[in-house]
């Protein structure tokens, strides 16, 4: 069962959070972001969870952690007000530039998430396409990443794993493709979206076409790793403890 809370940390750290890495790797929200004349930089702010703000220019896109340099602000009452914008594209309280944030909510953001979307939740007819499938695949690495540190740290079932997680950094990966850095501090996570320089674990798909089938569930995680497709070193009882926390990202993001 899924927690409001906790799905709006997903929703931010997860999802949103991604779209950094969608104005990185793809040509349309490169054209989309291209077109954005003055910088934005659009704050969510949501009661009883959590506030971030989306720094758009025609370089792409950056998020931060709180309102500081925001142009423009949406206050949500809720998480599930906030879980609405999401599932439903119903926008909070505009508080700070009420004409811009409406005007880019309505435009840019609204184009640069539905094409998250597509990449997200692609069709079978799109993923045919090798290079959609690879930018899907790379983007699902970056949303699954960020969702793992926002479950360890707001989901009540995955608190319980982070809690029997050892400080030091993870390290994820599909090799020679992308990687990211699960960093845990007294059983706090959280997400950088690059290699570690001295992980104390490492969990490494062998291809991006193995990671596809495993984020899909069309691949058995049980026979790769006999086969020696996912490749795992040192402290394993933290990757065991990330999986767990994993099997609640499928939950969340199924």
């Known amino acids: 069962m899924k927690e409001a809370k906790a799905t709006a940390y997903v929703n931010m750290y997860g999802v949103l959070a991604t779209l950094e890495n969608l104005c ?3 040509d349309e929200a490169k054209a989309i972001c291209a077109a954005v004349k003055k910088p934005v930089s659009l704050c969510f702010d949501v009661a009883n969870g ?6 758009f220019s025609t370089d792409g896109c950056m998020m931060s952690e709180g309102s500081y340099g925001c142009t423009c602000k949406m206050n949500f009452a809720s998480p599930e007000k906030f879980n609405a914008l999401i599932d439903d594209s119903k926008p909070g309280v505009p508080v700070k530039g009420v004409a811009q944030v409406l005007a880019f909510l309505l435009g840019p ?17 799109d993923m045919k396409n090798r290079d959609f499938f690879e930018e899907s695949t790379k ?18 079932v995955s608190q319980q ?3 029997y997680t050892v400080d030091g950094d993870i390290q994820m990966g599909i090799t020679d493709v992308c990687y990211a850095t699960i960093k845990v ?4 996570f959280e997400t950088v979206k690059k290699k570690p320089d001295n992980p104390r674990a490492v969990m490494e798909f062998k291809t991006i ?41 499928a939950v969340y993001l199924g």
């Open 24 to 26: 990185e790797l793809d």
């Open 50 to 55: 959590p506030c971030c703000t989306f720094h």
């Open 109 to 125: 953001f609204t184009k640069l998430t539905d094409r998250l979307t597509k990449l997200l939740m692609p069709s079978e007819e």
């Open 139 to 156: 983007l699902t690495f970056y949303t699954i990443a960020g969702a793992i540190s926002a479950l360890a740290n707001h989901d009540s």
């Open 161 to 163: 794993s982070a809690l």
């Open 185 to 188: 501090r007294n059983h706090t």
């Open 209 to 249: 076409d193995l990671a596809s089938g495993l984020f899909n569930g069309t691949a058995s995680t049980m026979a790769e790793l006999c086969a020696g497709n996912i490749y795992m070193s040192g402290m394993i009882n933290m990757i065991d403890n990330a999986n767990r926390i994993l099997d609640r990202v």
